[in-house]
């Protein structure tokens, strides 16, 4: 049998599993003040988007209020509307930069729905091809992505700040 080692990997299994963890990443990304090294790819009025460190295909990005709320119940319309907006932009960066064969947007609202920070609401987009559940995903439980996170933070903030000032 063949193996192939993540010990990257080890990180996410053992602490954003955690259930005593009690920081939210998000705010975390937040109060850094650095945003390349906390890998947020651009910032709105309401909302932000950031890159999944441990993401499901390459481009996988999160919008984010800033606001820490666990609910939409718990939004104004003005951060859900910009949220929206920040999906949209994503949408055509995936487009313009990655040529998916579709997408996922969506979220996971509590604990139960799987969410893996139940705290602070988020919205999942990422880009799919055909044929990216491949047999290292369903066998081996490991990913392999074509492109690193530096590199997938530069292409998505150049993409976002360039539809910005469309």
């Not at 850094?32 to 009025?45: F, P, S």
């Not at 487009?95 to 064969?101: G, I, L, M, S, W």
């Not at 604990?111 to 999942?124: C, D, E, P």
């Not at 055909?130 to 590199?151: A, I």
Request: net charge neutral; proline share 4%.
């Amino acid at each position: 049998m063949d193996y192939v080692w993540s010990p990257w990997r080890y990180k996410y299994i053992s602490e954003v599993h955690d259930d005593k963890q009690t920081e939210c990443i998000f705010c975390e990304a937040l109060a850094r003040n650095d945003d390349a090294a906390a890998l947020i790819v651009y910032r709105g009025k309401k909302n932000f988007v950031i890159l999944n460190r441990y993401p499901y295909t390459s481009g996988h990005v999160m919008i984010v209020p800033y606001a820490h709320v666990a609910q939409l119940a718990l939004c104004d319309a003005e951060t859900l509307a910009e949220m929206m907006q920040l999906a949209q932009r994503v949408e055509k960066a995936f487009v313009a930069n990655y040529k998916p064969d579709g997408m996922n947007i969506g979220m996971n609202l509590g604990k139960a729905a799987g969410a893996g920070v139940a705290g602070h609401l988020h919205l999942h987009a990422l880009p799919r091809w055909f044929g990216d559940t491949n047999f290292m995903t369903v066998t081996g439980e490991t990913r392999v992505h074509p492109e690193d996170l530096h590199t997938t933070l530069e292409r998505m903030r150049k993409a976002l700040n360039a539809s910005s000032a469309a």
